[in-house]
């Protein structure tokens, strides 16, 4: 007799990420000196670019450490920030409303209440962070405030309080953290070969190590994070959909609130952060910001929209 196949449950996610999350911290500075030695190689003799990386490679563990430390103690705040959000309470007459929604909705999911912040933007969209669930936050842009009834603004809270439930949230921290740090070190290097070059003409081979050690950063930003945001991210919004879903009893509110925020999820806040992209309920950039479906960090909202459907009929 063929055995069932087995469920998943949130146990089996929050594992999931768990084990995600330990092997990003361990596979960044892995790939980084890997992809030092290779570009390294190009302009020196195998052994000199093994003796380069080596030594790049100290360095970059010891940012990796400062990096975990920071997404763990500020990852939240600086995704807040480049969102612009701007914390509300229940005491606020406009908003009295919306963290009483929130509330509900964690006391249905069995969480603690998040924070809860509101983007002054137009579009629709809406993100969770945080360390753990009893620290989480909770931000919704002012146009899904106004553009979406009651039910199904609470269907968008539910997926992010499940977000918050799997620890997609701390994640998501390491993910766009890693990213700032990586970017910014890459800014510096570049900022550093131009004041070499002003300084002097002479080519030597240290400033071609320099310039590789850049391109590989430069790499590692543009091909190889997005990679890791897409094998990370898109299986998971299904899951999120399915857990809000359950929470509110009400598959169709989601999907009809999917359907609405498909038509306008740009941030304008977000335009320059396409690290956030993968944190938001649908795609705050614009269909410009993506290399086509194969490197969305999202699935396609139709087939979102189908699988919800499917389960409210």
Same mark, same amino acid.
């Given at each position: 007799?063929? %055995?069932?196949?087995?469920?998943?449950?949130?146990?089996?996610?929050?594992? %999931?990420?768990? #084990?995600? *999350? !330990?092997?990003? #911290?361990?596979?960044?500075?892995?790939?980084?000196?890997?992809?030092?030695? @290779?570009?390294?190689?190009?302009?020196?003799?195998?052994?000199?670019?093994?003796?380069?990386?080596?030594?790049?490679?100290?360095? !970059?563990?010891?940012? +990796?450490?400062?990096? *975990?430390?920071? %997404?763990?103690?500020?990852?939240? /705040?600086?995704?807040?920030?480049?969102?612009?959000?701007?914390?509300?309470?229940?005491?606020?007459?406009?908003?009295?409303?919306?963290?009483?929604?929130?509330?509900?909705?964690?006391?249905?999911?069995?969480?603690?209440?998040?924070?809860?912040?509101?983007?002054?933007?137009?579009?629709?969209?809406?993100?969770?962070?945080?360390? /753990?669930?009893?620290? $989480?936050?909770?931000?919704?842009?002012?146009? =899904?405030?106004?553009?979406?009834?009651?039910?199904?603004?609470?269907? #968008?809270?539910?997926?992010?309080?499940?977000?918050?439930?799997?620890?997609? =949230?701390?994640?998501?921290?390491?993910?766009?953290?890693?990213?700032?740090? *990586?970017?910014?070190?890459?800014?510096?290097?570049?900022?550093?070969?131009?004041?070499?070059?002003?300084? %002097?003409?002479?080519?030597?081979?240290?400033? $071609?190590?320099?310039?590789?050690?850049?391109?590989?950063?430069?790499?590692?930003?543009?091909?190889?994070?997005?990679?890791?945001?897409?094998?990370? /991210?898109?299986?998971?919004?299904?899951?999120?959909?399915?857990?809000?879903?359950?929470? !509110?009893?009400?598959?169709?509110? @989601?999907?009809?609130?999917?359907?609405?925020? /498909?038509?306008?999820?740009?941030?304008?806040?977000?335009?320059?952060?396409?690290?956030? $992209?993968?944190? +938001?309920?649908?795609?705050?950039?614009?269909?410009?910001?993506?290399?086509?479906?194969?490197?969305?960090?999202?699935?396609?909202?139709?087939?979102?929209?189908?699988?919800?459907?499917?389960?409210?009929?």
């Amino acid at each position: 007799m063929r %055995s069932m196949k087995r469920i998943k449950t949130v146990y089996d996610h929050i594992h %999931s990420n768990n #084990v995600k *999350t !330990t092997i990003l #911290v361990i596979l960044f500075p892995i790939i980084f000196v890997a992809l030092v030695f @290779l570009f390294t190689w190009i302009v020196m003799p195998m052994n000199d670019a093994m003796n380069t990386a080596v030594r790049v490679a100290v360095p !970059t563990f010891v940012v +990796c450490i400062i990096w *975990t430390l920071i %997404s763990w103690a500020f990852g939240d /705040s600086m995704m807040l920030n480049m969102a612009g959000a701007k914390q509300i309470n229940e005491s606020d007459p406009d908003y009295k409303y919306i963290y009483k929604s929130v509330e509900n909705v964690a006391l249905a999911a069995g969480l603690p209440t998040p924070r809860v912040y509101v983007i002054n933007d137009s579009g629709l969209n809406a993100f969770a962070t945080g360390r /753990s669930p009893r620290d $989480a936050t909770v931000a919704l842009t002012r146009g =899904i405030i106004q553009k979406l009834d009651r039910i199904e603004l609470e269907g #968008v809270i539910a997926h992010e309080m499940a977000h918050i439930g799997n620890r997609d =949230i701390r994640l998501d921290m390491f993910i766009i953290t890693g990213i700032g740090v *990586t970017v910014f070190i890459a800014d510096i290097l570049l900022r550093g070969m131009r004041y070499s070059n002003t300084r %002097s003409n002479d080519k030597n081979n240290g400033a $071609a190590v320099i310039l590789m050690v850049w391109l590989a950063f430069t790499v590692f930003n543009v091909i190889i994070t997005p990679l890791l945001r897409m094998a990370i /991210s898109r299986r998971r919004e299904y899951a999120a959909d399915a857990t809000g879903a359950k929470i !509110t009893r009400n598959p169709i509110a @989601l999907a009809n609130a999917l359907r609405k925020i /498909s038509g306008n999820s740009n941030v304008k806040s977000l335009s320059n952060q396409s690290a956030m $992209a993968s944190v +938001c309920i649908a795609n705050p950039l614009g269909q410009r910001a993506f290399l086509g479906e194969l490197l969305a960090t999202h699935p396609p909202v139709k087939k979102r929209i189908q699988r919800l459907e499917s389960m409210g009929s």
